[in-house]
């Protein structure tokens, strides 16, 4: 495989789901780095003791979805009841269209 694919910037990859499927949430993380990409995902990119319910964190959340060319969506009961997630996926869609944007935004979507 070319290298060329794998020269993309750090954290272009922003991972959102519910802390209840965190389980698998890991298994992905893990299979992403092992192709050599670093994701963006809370439990790395929020300093510890914070909690990304804390409006105060949104800044590096937002930071994290308008840094990415890859949004993944773990799409479960939780992750579609949840504000946050709501909220993460809204402005990835608001981002998105943003006219000064130059790079697309691929989704992937998981179903558990």
């Given at each position: 495989?070319?290298?060329f694919?794998?020269?993309?910037?750090?954290?272009n990859?922003f991972?959102c789901y519910?802390r209840?499927?965190?389980?698998?949430v890991?298994r992905?993380e893990?299979e992403?780095?092992?192709?050599g990409?670093?994701?963006?995902?809370?439990l790395?990119?929020i300093?510890?003791?914070n909690?990304?319910?804390d409006?105060?964190?949104?800044?590096?959340i937002?930071?994290?979805?308008?840094g990415?060319d890859?949004?993944?969506?773990?799409l479960?009961k939780?992750?579609?009841?949840?504000?946050?997630?709501?909220?993460?996926?809204?402005?990835?869609?608001i981002?998105i269209?943003?006219p000064?944007?130059?790079?697309?935004?691929?989704?992937?979507?998981?179903c558990?």
């Open positions: 495989m070319p290298s694919i794998y020269s993309l910037r750090e954290n990859i991972i519910s209840n499927n965190v389980s698998f890991k992905l893990q992403i780095r092992r192709l990409r670093d994701p963006w995902i809370d790395e990119d300093p510890e003791g909690s990304p319910d409006p105060n964190v949104w800044h590096l937002e930071s994290g979805i308008k990415a890859i949004f993944v969506f773990v479960s939780d992750s579609v009841n949840s504000s946050r997630n709501r909220a993460e996926l809204s402005l990835s869609l981002h269209s943003e000064t944007r130059l790079r697309r935004i691929s989704y992937a979507v998981f558990l």
